[in-house]
Every structure is written in structure tokens, then in C-alpha cells.
């Protein structure tokens, strides 16, 4: 079963996908300040491209990096606290090369 991260923009009635990645290719999952940090400290490799997907000015964002089609991006959102307890199961669960069947 594939695990994705997912994004979709609405406008009315029309609903178009803008993001979707797979989590097996994930590298972390962190808040946004330990990110800048591992930025900072060049703990992360080369960030190619980086979204935002905020729709508050100041909240508590998430950043997800990754590798997409041979480049490490970062994915910055707002993800609740169940949400993210389930989506960094899932990325220990596929680094391990596990795969989950719970929702």
C-alpha cells in the first residue's frame, strides 16, 4: 500500500491536487525552528525548492523534507498534533521498510 502526503487546493467547485508525495522517500518531518537549525548547521543536504502551504501568518508549521525526482525539497504546513503523530509513524514505518495497514 503507497502512503502519500497529499494537498489539494480548492476554488468553488473545482478541486485540483497540489502535492503529493510519497513518504517512503521522506527525510524528516520537524518543526519549523529545528529545521531552520539543521539548515543553519548544514546538518541537511542541498534544499533544491521549498513550499509553503502556511494559511496563518504565525503558526506552529511542520516542515517535511524529502527527495523528489533526484532533489531534496522542503514542504512547510500546518499539521495538527494527531496528524503529525500518524505521519511520523509512518515515515519510521517505511524507512524501516515496514508497511503499516492502519489508518
Given amino acids: 500500500m503507497r502512503r502519500e502526503l497529499q494537498r489539494h487546493k480548492d476554488s468553488g467547485q473545482k478541486r485540483t ?19 531552520k537549525e539543521a539548515v543553519s548547521s548544514r546538518a541537511l543536504p ?10 496563518n501568518l504565525k503558526c506552529n508549521s511542520y516542515v517535511y523534507v ?11 504546513f500546518e499539521p495538527n498534533q494527531p496528524f503529525i503523530s500518524v505521519m511520523l509513524k509512518e515515515i519510521e514505518d517505511r524507512k524501516k521498510g515496514g508497511d503499516n495497514k492502519s489508518t
Fill in 17 to 35: 491536487t497540489a502535492c503529493s508525495l510519497d513518504l517512503s522517500t521522506a527525510i524528516m518531518l520537524v518543526p519549523k525552528d529545528e529545521f
Fill in 46 to 55: 542541498y534544499i533544491n525548492q521549498r513550499f509553503n502551504f502556511n494559511q
Fill in 66 to 76: 524529502c527527495e523528489f525526482n533526484g532533489k531534496t525539497i522542503a514542504v512547510e
